[in-house]
């Protein structure tokens, strides 16, 4: 248990750090207009803070920093969301009130607003898997063992993608599974077509299908792969303004990982609803080792669909960020069930 003296100075200096990037010593702490200990006082208790692991002491430095176990039980019992300016209302208001065609502008638009608000990196996991439904599926054979599937969405999206088949299967069998699937599939939410295909059509391709569980382990496949979230990014460049990263080599390996959206769908993607935040090491990514990333869900018409998420150093402004994204969040959750977007 910390003290009521250590718990203060220790969200001095984590709210003074947020600020200025420059570790924190006694005197910088006692000068602030609310604190009413002597620069003893206040060195004694950082001493102990450092020795608990709340603080840490860079090499070079007479001042103190926060650890990644400082900045936990600072997000977890110091902060309080920090209310945002009605010039941020504004400006979000203003930007959001445009008539969108399509989820997708939603997406991209708020993902830049929202990097441009914080001068950090946004990342938001599109929901288009949950509003697109299969208007028809083809396949067509290439080679004896292969084949490509074609998909295409009520939206007129198309994808395709390449099939192995263990052995040789006949047109007749290829016939009847595409038969059975637009005929069982047709104008299914996307998002459903795995669940469908295992525990529906499975039974039925038993049936008329000679080679179905061939068939069915490929076409699995092919519709886990379509179950993807699609990644928005907003300032993907935003982490060289930041002052803890200026080793190139550091940001090229990060900024590499942005072009792998499967494993940043999985690093950003929560398992719980609403708010999350996770601080370094939290993320168990050993790149990520000193960066934070907040996130918070949207719905549309009550079911989650996406999630938004914020990628910043340790040292990120916390209490403001969980303001803007609770905002976001509901702000999005309401934009993409308006009935009216043209």
């Known amino acids: ?57 860079p090499h070079s430095s007479a001042g103190r920093i926060p650890s990644q176990k400082g900045y936990r039980y600072y997000v977890d019992h110091l ?8 010039k941020d209302v504004t400006n ?10 399509e989820s997708e502008q939603v997406i991209q638009h708020s993902a830049k607003i929202l990097s441009h608000l914080t001068s950090y990196t946004s990342i938001v996991l599109g929901p288009e898997v949950f509003e697109s439904k299969l208007r028809q599926i083809q396949l067509i054979p290439i080679s004896g063992d292969q084949a490509v599937v074609i998909i295409v969405t009520d939206s007129g999206h198309v994808e395709n993608q390449t099939v192995h088949f263990p052995g040789n299967v006949s047109g007749s069998d290829v016939e009847k599974v595409v038969n059975i699937l637009n005929d069982r599939l047709r104008g299914v939410p996307i998002f459903q077509l795995q669940q469908k295909l295992s525990q529906e059509i499975s039974a039925v391709l038993k049936k008329h299908v000679s080679k179905y569980e061939t068939m069915l382990s490929a076409l699995t496949d092919v519709f886990r792969d379509q179950q993807q979230e699609k990644v928005y990014y907003g300032g993907k460049t935003n982490i060289l303004s930041q002052p803890e990263f200026n080793d190139v080599e550091r940001v090229r390996s990060i900024l590499n990982i942005f072009e ?29 080792d000193d960066l934070s990333i907040v996130t918070a869900t949207y719905t549309l018409e009550g079911k989650y669909v996406g999630t938004i998420g914020l990628l910043g150093p340790t040292r990120m402004e916390y209490p403001r960020v969980i303001s803007l994204m609770e905002y976001f969040s509901k702000d999005m959750s309401e934009l993409l069930s308006r009935k009216d977007r043209s």
């Open 1 to 57: 248990m910390l003290t009521e003296r250590q718990l203060y100075i220790l969200k001095a200096i984590v709210d003074d750090y947020i600020t200025n990037a420059e570790p924190v010593g006694s005197r910088t702490v006692s000068k602030r207009a609310d604190m009413n200990f002597s620069p003893a006082t206040i060195r004694n208790e950082m001493s102990d803070l450092e020795e608990l692991g709340f603080l840490e002491k």
């Open 79 to 86: 902060l309080s969301p920090k209310q945002l300016s009605s």
């Open 92 to 101: 979000i208001r203003s930007q959001l009130a445009v008539k969108f065609h």
């Open 260 to 288: 792998e959206d499967a494993l940043v769908s999985r690093l950003i993607r929560s398992e719980d609803e609403g708010l999350t935040i996770r601080i370094g090491e939290e993320n168990d990514f050993k790149p990520f």
